[in-house]
């Protein structure tokens, strides 16, 4: 990018049936002068609508029935020539330029297209794609071509405002304007800005989470009075520690009771073991006793029936044998002897006797047996006696002496534990409290972000200082009266002229520090290769109005021609296109372009050509 | 048990001269009237088992686990006795309508006289009782008696399970 920028060629209003009104600008200064309602603020208008304006030019009685505006511009660094045709209905431009395709462009800037009136000029002037802060927060927009605007098109409104030239004076405007401002000053732009949380919801935010806090601190600081009224975290600190000890010393006291206790239970339950023993072999003893006893009066009976059946044989044998004792045949009629029957009564008594004999020793044995059971069953029983008196006392030990001394620590530990549980609750209360505070101390910090930080301060003051040389040496060559030194406001983002405010001075001095401004920021851009337009419009900065001001006593003719003659001079830097009332002075080098408007029936009246008798040829 | 004895061997217990002699005891108490061989049996077991009874006369025989099973082996023996009592003349047997039935002899009841042991004496005391208790009795009856007690006698041995346990250690 060598010669950023454009420069206006031409501008001509077309219309059906109408004489086109045209103008041809030139190179470096451009003067239109002549008198009111010869549309000088109309061709401003035209132009500022050409670069995408969403105002249209006024609604002027000789502009009646023309339709288009064509802007011509040439590239400063291609050279490329185009013409910007415009409806003057609304609407977007339509861009030419020779071997080219026709672009349609439209009107309001999109950083998503590149078919806009904003982003086609951008482009030209090497500013595209830039991004400008919207808000002290950080927010971040594309620029746009109309951000340019006002300060490259001065409407003779704006020419005597008391406002920065940079600003609009809506006070909304302020961050983006400065922004802009700072894009061209530095060629640095807003796109590495991060934009922060938007400070009204921040604000809300904060709010919200104070009054939660509030609440929370309140309830948490209401549970801790009903459980531990009147402690404080220290005091209870203090109090678990004691409470730990105490917990130990009741436990460790509960393990010497209860081993004690212990001992006596091994004891007793030893005891018990054999006590059952002891009762399960009595029964089973008791039961063998018995049958021993059964067995006794068997072998007794025994006895008593081998006398008997021994004497009953005796006396059978004595008896004659009628019959036989296997058939019952009568003796008559037996003959043979019966194999296989009953033992004779002789023999009987003889078995009698041996088997009572063999009864006897078992009388005898058993009755050992017998009574050595018995001792035993008797041994048994005291054993048991024993046994159960020893258990009694050990239960009687346990109960009287050690279970209610365990009791009592068992209810003290308990008891201890219980209070240690609350108390441990309310430390926990006691943190939730400070953690809670520590939120909100942290909360009432933190204010919501103020970037209006050091942001701003990047404009630098050294480019500000260039600036004010910069419109120093202009109003130096003006030979402004009283010239001091030119210097920066910050605040105001606007200069001071020997150390008063440009907005303190009356309007007629305002206007020329205006231009001087303007003009100063486009020599401030070409000498340091920022980028720029390269053209500016001003309309009427140097009219003083009728009605003298006191401020404007010192104003000689001598600094409107010498704005002239010096502007002539510097064809070379940049185009400059001024609106003015009175004509410039002669003499001035023919590389500027002087159009005059007579207002009158000689010459060139005004921009729009009066209408002429309508012939097919023109128009 | 040693009661219980086969009666192949010489063993005099419950051989036929004891269990005939206990069945003359009840037949000389009841004579001239005779019995079937079943009410003998019965009779039999009453007579040394007499505490089954309620208010019966202290039992000859002690009462040993599973006593009501000597009703179902005595037949065989009861049969013999009697028929060796017969060969001396002491018992008769009869054909009637009614089955075969047995009777004492006009000479049995001397020869029980002549008998001097305690045994035998006890014996024919507790004979006397039993045909004043259940002489008049039908045969029926008696069977019906039995079948109701028998399930008793001899199951007083409850802890017999302990004894087994023992047994098998």
Known sequence: MTTPGFQLTSLTLTGQGLEPASLIFGAGLNVISGPSDTGKTFIAECIDYAFGWSQKPSDIPEAAGYETVALGLRALDSGVEYVVERSLRGGGAKVSAAGQPDRILAEKHDPKSSETISAFLLKLCGLDGRVVRTNAQGKTRQLSFRDLAQLIVVSEQDIIKKMSPARSGQNTDKTVEDSVFRLLLTGVDDGSVVAGPDKAIVSAESRGKAELLVFMLEQSRSNLELMAPGATQAGLAEQLVRLDASVAEATAALASEQGAATALEERRRAVWESLRESQSRHAVLSELQGRFTLLGAQYESDLLRLEAIAEAGVRLSQLDESRCPV?????????????????????????????????????????????????????????????????????????????????????????????????????????????LEALQSQLDKSSPVTSKSKFAAAAGSSATEQLSLKIEELLKAWEFPGLQRVTFSDADQDILISGRKRAAFGKGVRAITHAAFTIGLLHYCLDNRLPHPSVIVIDSPLVVYRDPD?????????????VYTTLAAQSERGQIILLENEDPPDGLPATATIIRFTGAAHGRKGFIPQPRARSNNEG | MTSERPVRFTAPFNGPIEIGLRALAVLVESYPSPMSLQRLVVFDYLLVHSDDVPDGPPGLHPRTPHRSGELLVRRQVLQEGLSLYRSRGLVDRQFTPSGLLFSATDTSASFLDVLQSPYAIELRARAVWLQATLGTVTDGNVEALVREHVGEWGAEFTMESVLWAEDSE
């Not at chain 1, 009864?359 to 009574?371: E, F, I, K, M, N």
């Not at chain 1, 006696?385 to 279970?403: C, I, P, S």
């Not at chain 1, 006191?550 to 010498?562: N, P, Q, Y």
Request: charged letters at 35%.
């Open chain 1, 550 to 562: 006191t401020e404007e006593v010192g104003f000689s003719r001598k600094l409107k021609d010498l």
């Open chain 1, 327 to 435: 058939c019952g045949a009568e003796a008559k009629y037996h003959s043979d002897e019966h194999p296989d029957h009953a033992v004779a009564p002789e023999a009987v008594a003889v078995a009698c006797a041996a088997e009572a004999a063999r009864l006897r020793v078992l009388v005898r044995d058993l009755g050992q047996t017998s009574d050595q059971n018995a001792a035993e069953v008797r041994a048994l029983r005291d054993a048991i006696e024993a046994q159960k008196r020893e258990m009694y006392a050990a239960d009687e030990e346990l109960k009287t002496f050690f279970k209610p001394r365990l009791n009592d620590v068992l209810t003290r530990l308990r008891e201890v534990r219980e209070t240690q549980t609350r108390v441990r609750q309310a430390l926990d209360i006691c943190s939730r409290i400070n953690e």
